[in-house]
């Protein structure tokens, strides 16, 4: 397998290298954090004039239409710089969900306000209770003779504060617990009846809890076939979960890099302590975890650009699960490399350890994929 960068995927990385390089140096990414959006209007402006927002957008909605390769690209940059912009909920989840299966009188001008970033999109999914099963849906959608009226709560959706349009999975049929009986929705953020409240989660990233109080919407936002969505749901997580993993690549390649600049520069007994040997065996083990990381994501990208979606979750399941435990190691060992400064909010090296750490929780752990990953062979 061939992961040689073309000219332009040598290009793309160039370029989105260099806006996270000049935009997110520690200091300013921890005050972009503190602000009441938690993220810039002005770098968001930035990916959209750069092409970057356009790149899951089908070319006849006036997007670019790449496909995963680039999308690892993007978010492995992202992720050296711990970049805050709601990028994988809009430009990820929402232009590939509504590009695969968006109602045509609606996919036009939903695609055309992602690509220059005047709409943003979240996915609200996952349920109080429900952990991180898909299927554990009790938000309801009861059919009228104009549309569906919604009913039910959404937890943890990240960057639901700044979503124009929310991605729902509701119940239209069967069994709280079934998977047949799931449709998807896009529900306008500001309808009636649709209550919003947002917050930073761990790492800084804004997330919201959505409640859905009889909310009204027409025919044209379902997304997909009524009571056949769960299987668009499982491929839609599956394409946020990749990009997840390629960020978490980025954020580990970021600890790896910072881990050993101080190995050469603090000294103990007039020595580097990166000369001590127990601590180069360390060192070693950090980089392999890294690549290790690295190469499952290269192989999900590949699986992801087949036309073959069994293949690509369950290589997006063994990329999460192993991904999640590489990160973890090389979180541990940074901190521990660091000593007690390691953990604190003034030093970078923390802020990544709690991006990995979140990562891993989004859309199931470590031992969710595992026991996923389980089930197939």
């Not at 809009?90 to 996919?107: C, D």
Request: negative net charge; hydrophobic residues 45%.
């Amino acid at each position: 397998m061939d992961f040689t960068l073309v000219e332009e995927e040598q290009m793309l990385a160039d370029v989105v290298g260099r806006f996270v390089e000049k935009e997110y140096d520690f200091e300013a990414r921890r005050r972009l954090a503190a602000s009441p959006q938690g993220w810039s209007d002005a770098h968001w402006s930035t990916l959209a004039e750069m092409g970057v927002l356009a790149l899951n957008v089908p070319q006849d909605h006036g997007g670019l239409g790449m496909g995963p390769v680039e999308t690892m690209l993007v978010m492995e940059a992202f992720g050296r710089g711990l970049v805050l912009e709601p990028f994988v909920s809009s430009a990820v989840i929402g232009a590939k969900l509504i590009g695969r299966a968006g109602h045509k009188a609606r996919k036009a001008e939903l695609l055309a306000g992602i690509a220059d970033g005047s709409l943003k999109t979240a996915l609200a999914t996952l349920e109080p209770g429900a952990r991180f099963d898909l299927w554990n849906v009790s938000t309801r959608a009861e059919a009228t003779r104009d549309g569906f009226v919604l009913n039910g709560r959404k937890g943890v959706v990240l960057h639901g504060d700044s979503a124009d349009i929310l991605l729902v999975s509701a119940r239209t049929a069967g069994e709280q617990a079934d998977k047949h009986g799931i449709t998807l929705f896009a529900v306008d953020a500001r309808a009636q009846g649709v209550s919003v409240k947002g917050f930073p989660a761990l790492d800084g990233q804004r997330v919201a809890e959505v409640v859905l109080n009889g909310v009204r919407v027409d025919p044209q936002a379902v997304i997909g076939t009524i009571d056949q969505g769960y299987a668009l749901l499982e491929w839609t997580v599956d394409q946020g979960i990749f990009a997840l993993c390629a960020e978490a690549v980025g954020a580990m390649s970021r600890l790896s890099d910072l881990t050993f600049e101080y190995l050469r520069t603090r000294k103990q007994f007039g020595s580097p302590i990166g000369k001590f040997q127990a601590l180069q065996h360390r060192a070693a083990d950090i980089l392999t975890a890294v690549e290790h990381a690295k190469s499952i994501v290269y192989f999900a990208a590949a699986k992801l650009g087949e036309d073959d979606d069994l293949a690509a979750h369950r290589a997006v399941t063994a990329a999460k699960a192993l991904i999640g435990r590489s990160a973890r190691f090389v979180a541990q060992q940074a901190v521990q490399l660091h000593g007690g400064m390691g953990m604190t909010d003034e030093l970078a090296v923390g802020w990544y350890v709690k991006r990995l750490t979140c990562i891993d929780m989004t859309w199931g752990n470590t031992e969710h994929h595992v026991e996923l990953y389980g089930a197939f062979l």
